[in-house]
């Protein structure tokens, strides 16, 4: 497939993914939404789309075409080695969400970086769309990470579509609001992350907040120590302290949020 072409079926699955868990959480919700839904989607799905745009104009052929020269050119870690593709596939994957792990915490941990993340976790609700909640600062320098990441593991164009499409599913159903059975939710936290897992890292709570980083697996947090289980799903409060009115956040809010007093 040509880059445009990868572009479009990454935008396709991004959206898809994002009208099926949002269909899910309105037929089986985790629990009703304690302010308005409708007006938080607006906020969201504006947010959004103006990043998406921005994205795919600075990163997206960027992102693809560091993919097609490493494996071109035979550059990057996996390329010193001969591999089948589904087990450079599987490495890429698991190296690349290792490195968004580390990233995810160094978010929370770097007062810098947390002015930009703290877009994310000042939602009061969390569903499908706060998936996507991201300041473009936050995600533009994610996405130099990203490229630089790919030329150093030599990642071939097919691993990091495998590893974007599973990202962005996986991102979408943790975020959800849909209620998960039990049973389904004790096996997917063996080496997934569920929703309740990650509910709970979007608690008000800073003790709570700053554990369970992991976005695709969630053995990360298992072997780093940043795992947190029991918590009474019932009682969690998401969001973040000191924004807790709906009408301050906003779009242009959220925009100028990383510029304003420094808050945890």
């Known amino acids: 497939m040509i880059p445009s072409e990868i572009v479009l079926l990454r935008g396709l699955i991004s959206w898809g993914g994002f009208v099926l ?29 103006m990043n998406s745009f921005i994205l795919t104009i600075l990163f997206a052929t960027a992102t693809v075409n560091t993919a097609l020269h490493v494996s071109a050119n035979h550059l990057g870690l996996l390329n010193m080695i001969s591999l089948p593709l589904w087990l450079k596939a599987f490495f890429v994957v698991l190296f690349m969400d290792f490195m968004l792990y580390v990233w995810h915490l160094l978010n929370h941990e770097v007062p810098l970086l947390w002015r930009f993340h703290r877009v994310h976790h000042s939602d009061l609700n969390m569903d499908v769309s ?49 209620a998960a059975s039990s049973w389904f939710e004790k096996a997917f936290w063996v080496l997934l992350v569920p929703p309740s897992m990650h509910r709970i890292h979007h608690s008000v709570r800073i003790a709570e907040r700053d554990t369970n980083y992991g976005t695709i697996f969630s053995v990360w947090d298992r072997m780093l120590g940043t795992l947190l289980r029991d918590v009474d799903q019932e009682k969690i409060v998401i969001g973040v302290g000191p924004y807790r009115e709906q009408e301050r ?9 990383p510029f304003t007093r420094a808050i945890r």
């Open 249 to 257: 956040l906003k779009l242009h809010h959220l925009l100028v949020m």
């Open 130 to 178: 706060t998936a996507t909640r991201f300041h473009i600062g936050e995600l533009a320098l994610s996405a130099v990470i990203k490229i630089g990441i790919i030329y150093f593991i030599g990642a071939d164009l097919l691993s990091v579509f495998i590893f974007e499409s599973l990202l962005v599913l996986t991102a979408q159903f943790q975020h959800s609001s849909l």
């Open 21 to 49: 868990f949002l269909v899910f959480e309105l037929i089986r919700p985790y629990r009703p939404p304690s302010i308005s839904k409708k007006n938080r989607l607006i906020t969201n799905v504006s947010l959004t789309v």
